[in-house]
Structures are given as structure tokens and as C-alpha cells.
């Protein structure tokens, strides 16, 4: 089976795993915004975020080091070395993290007890399901990869559904989080033997696995800084209802991650070993179109859609989150195809850009925030983390050319679609336009955009809908 074959297969089966209970959380949110005050849903967001900001610290991204460095293992003894050094640190930092944690919670009366302890839970519970999604992943377990996380989705809905009738505060979904992540990691745990990969402290492979996840720790904390800088400030300069309304924005665009996620998964993994072969420019580049007429046709559609989507799912407490939508949106788009290009590094090795280009942006985000958010308050955010996205998308592209040349696709077509989506997603707000005008104009763009994107991805399709079929007979 060639790698890009294989590639697509295993974006399947991960998607097959995950998609389902992913689309179930969307169908929920009537019941979030129902149920949850904005400025509890504010609360549970920003500890959310700042997990994803503590928990690279704390890990040393290890899991990630053992990821690509078991792609290279060539039989158990190296692999039981490679997982001892990740399990070794994990626990040293996570012993780390827990008193220290307590200490900054007892030193603020902000946050109630009762929080502090969900949270620190919380925590925990990332970093298990964190290092058991890697392990998965590193021994080519991808099956079970998909399995774990299609029991981790559903377990979470089930425990969420219990939060929001019985808790509807951050502790609870914190809660339902937490005991998810932990269920579902100890049983990939036990599936895998964990145990039996258990060994002793190795001074040369933690050192060089070490030196491969340290640019990571940057790389994945700037992408942190860049989402958390905009939510702690929002919270602080204006108030926990602005960041609410924030996040509820966030949710729609985070289709766009999710999507991307499936493929990048497998991506990380076949990047790293297609590297060795003569054809590698060619097939870089093929994936590379690919996943561009993707998220873009994703981008494009999901903008369109959104008028529609939009008032079946979010409550009118939350409906100002509408306006930003969009600029989130492109964001994120140009942050997947920047995660493409961070595959291909890793895939070489070279970790150490990842680091530099993040940090110069969530530099760049932070300032502008800083300057901005008090005058113009969420279209900062909103615009300070596009601009920060676009800047590490055409950097981290100039940056590797050192390793390969990749051909770009024409933009005055994608322009011009994006152009006319975007007029008719804001039409509501032309001075004197009718109900009746506002639905036609976004019938006519909802239909161009479905058109559009199924043929620039057309010959893609056909090819996963045949893959889809013969998943399903067997």
C-alpha cells in the first residue's frame, strides 16, 4: 500500500472513531447555552485553556518525543526505553505540577476550592489521556487509537449531559471532563500492556529525546498564549460575559480543527516516514494540494452555512458570537495548513522552528491585544489572532524551502469565493435589506459554495467515498 493510501486510510479509520460523538457535542450545544450562565461557560473555557497552556510544561511534551521517536524503533527493547524515559518524566513533572498548583490556588481567593481541585483534576487527566493517545499512536496501534477515542467522546457527552442538568458550573463539566479522560486512558492503558514497556532511567535516549521535544514546549505554549491571551484578557480588561461570548464564537470554527485533526494524526506519522524516500518533493506536494482544497473548501462551507446553523444551535443570549465568526474562522484555517508545515519539520527533526515562529506571533498577538482590546474589545481578539496565524503560515512556509519546495495553487479563484460568502454571510447588516432578501442572498451563496467545493475537491471525494464503502462491507 503506498503512503498516500495508507494516509488516507488511517485518516478514516481515526475520523470513524471520533466523528460521531464529535457531531453529538454540536448537537448538545442548544443544551450548554440553555443551561449554562455565560459567565460559567467563560469560567470553564478559560480553565480549559490554560490546561492546554500547563500541560506541555509540565510534560516536556515527552508523549510527542515518543511518538516519533518509536516511528524509528526497530524492536521491543528500544521501544520499552523509549516509553520508561516518557513515563519517567511525565510522573516527575506531574508531582511537580499538583503542590505547586495548590499553592498559586491558596495564594488567590478568585476561584473557589471546589474549582481549584476540578481544575488540578483536570489537569491530570489530559496529561494520561495525552501520553495514552501517543502510545497508541507510536506502536501503530491506530485501531485502538480510534476506538479509545470514540469511547472517550461518548463517555464525555453522557458525563456533560449529567453536568449541565445536575452542575451547570465549571466544576461540573470540568468534572465530566476529567473522569472521561481518565476511564478512557486507563483502559488504552491496559489494552496496550503498559506495564510491560516499564524500564529503568536512560541518560542518552531521555537526553536526546529531550532535545527533540524542548522547541515543541514554545511552539505548543505560543499556540496556547495565542488562544489564552485574548480569553485573560477579555476577562480581566471587560468581564467573563465578553469571553463567553468568545468562546461560543470558537465553536463553530473548531470544525475546521477537529476535520483537520483526523488527518493530521495520521499525517504526523506518515510525514516522518515517507522522508526517507526519492519521491518525497512529489508526494509532499500532493498531500500538500489536498489538504489546502480541503480546509478551504471546509472554511468556505462552514461560513456559509453559518446563518443558517447558527440560530438552531446558540441561544440568544449568545447571539453577538454571530458577527465574529468568519475572522475566526480564517484564523483557523491558516493555523491548520502552519500545522502542516510543522509536520514536515518534524518529520526532519527540526523542532527548533516550530518554537521561533510561534513565539514571534503570540508575541505579535499579545501586543496587539494589549493595545487594542479596550477600544475595540472581541474584534481584538478576533483580529489579533488571524493576524498572529498569518504571520506564522507565511514564515514557517519561507522556512521550508531549506527542505523541499512546495508549489502554491492559484488564490484569485478562493479569493473571490470568499469574497462573495463573506458579503452575503454580513448581508443582514446593509442598511434596509428585507428578512426575505437577507435568506435569499444566503440560499444562492450556500448552494455556490457547496458547488464550489465539491469540484475542487472532486476527485478526492470520489476517492473516500469508495474507501468509506469498503470500510463499511468489511
Request: include cysteine; aromatic fraction near 14%.
Amino acid at each position: 500500500m503506498s503512503q498516500k493510501s495508507q494516509l488516507v486510510k488511517n485518516t478514516i479509520i481515526i475520523a470513524i472513531g471520533k466523528i460521531s460523538t464529535q457531531i453529538l457535542s454540536y448537537i448538545l450545544l442548544p443544551l450548554f447555552t440553555a443551561r449554562m450562565a455565560v459567565e460559567q461557560y467563560g469560567t470553564y473555557d478559560l480553565g480549559c485553556t490554560l490546561s492546554l497552556f500547563l500541560c506541555p510544561i509540565i510534560t516536556l511534551l515527552m508523549e510527542e518525543s515518543m511518538f516519533r521517536f518509536l516511528i524509528d524503533a526497530k524492536n521491543i527493547r528500544e521501544k520499552r526505553k523509549i516509553i520508561s524515559q516518557t513515563i519517567i518524566y511525565t510522573l516527575v513533572g506531574t508531582l511537580i505540577f499538583v503542590p505547586l498548583a495548590i499553592l498559586v490556588f491558596s495564594s488567590t481567593k478568585k476561584y473557589p476550592s471546589s474549582f481549584a481541585f476540578a481544575f488540578i483534576v483536570f489537569v491530570i487527566s489530559n496529561i494520561f489521556i495525552n501520553l495514552s493517545n501517543a502510545l497508541a499512536r507510536g506502536l501503530s496501534q491506530i485501531k485502538i487509537f480510534s476506538i479509545s477515542n470514540f469511547i472517550l467522546g461518548i463517555t464525555t457527552i453522557i458525563l456533560t449531559i449529567v453536568a449541565l442538568l445536575a452542575f451547570p458550573n465549571a466544576q461540573g463539566l470540568l468534572w465530566a471532563n476529567s473522569i472521561a479522560n481518565l476511564a478512557t486512558s486507563l483502559i488504552v492503558f491496559k489494552k496496550l500492556k503498559f506495564k510491560e514497556y516499564f524500564g529503568t532511567y536512560n541518560k542518552k535516549i531521555m537526553r536526546e529525546m529531550i532535545s527533540y521535544s524542548i522547541p515543541l514546549v514554545p511552539n505548543s505554549i505560543s499556540w496556547t498564549i495565542i488562544n489564552m491571551s485574548d480569553r485573560i484578557i477579555l476577562t480581566n480588561f471587560i468581564d467573563s460575559t465578553a469571553n463567553g461570548i468568545y468562546a461560543m464564537a470558537n465553536k463553530f470554527p473548531n470544525i475546521i480543527n477537529v476535520l483537520y485533526g483526523y488527518f493530521y494524526t495520521a499525517w504526523k506519522e506518515s510525514a516522518a516516514k515517507i522522508i526517507k524516500q526519492e519521491n518525497k518533493d512529489s508526494y509532499y506536494n500532493s498531500i500538500y494540494h489536498d489538504i489546502k482544497r480541503f480546509l478551504f473548501a471546509v472554511t468556505l462551507s462552514l461560513i456559509a452555512v453559518m446563518p443558517f446553523a447558527f440560530p438552531i444551535f446558540i441561544n440568544e443570549k449568545y447571539s453577538e458570537a454571530y458577527i465574529y465568526i468568519p475572522i475566526i474562522m480564517l484564523a483557523t484555517y491558516y493555523s491548520n495548513i502552519s500545522s502542516f508545515y510543522g509536520g514536515i519539520f518534524s518529520a526532519f527533526k527540526d523542532t527548533k522552528i516550530m518554537g521561533t515562529t510561534t513565539f514571534i506571533a503570540a508575541s505579535i498577538n499579545l501586543i496587539i491585544d494589549l493595545i487594542f482590546v479596550s477600544k475595540f474589545k472581541i474584534y481584538a481578539a478576533c483580529f489579533s489572532t488571524l493576524i498572529a496565524d498569518i504571520i506564522i503560515y507565511y514564515y514557517r512556509r519561507q522556512r521550508l524551502k531549506r527542505f523541499l519546495k512546495l508549489k502554491e495553487l492559484t488564490v484569485l479563484g478562493p479569493i473571490i469565493m470568499m469574497t462573495i460568502i463573506c458579503f452575503a454571510y454580513y448581508s443582514k447588516y446593509i442598511p434596509g435589506i428585507s428578512n426575505a432578501g437577507y435568506w435569499i442572498i444566503n440560499v444562492i451563496s450556500l448552494i455556490i459554495a457547496i458547488i464550489y467545493s465539491y469540484a475542487i475537491n472532486k476527485k478526492n471525494i470520489t476517492v473516500i467515498i469508495g474507501k468509506l464503502k469498503n470500510r463499511v462491507r468489511k
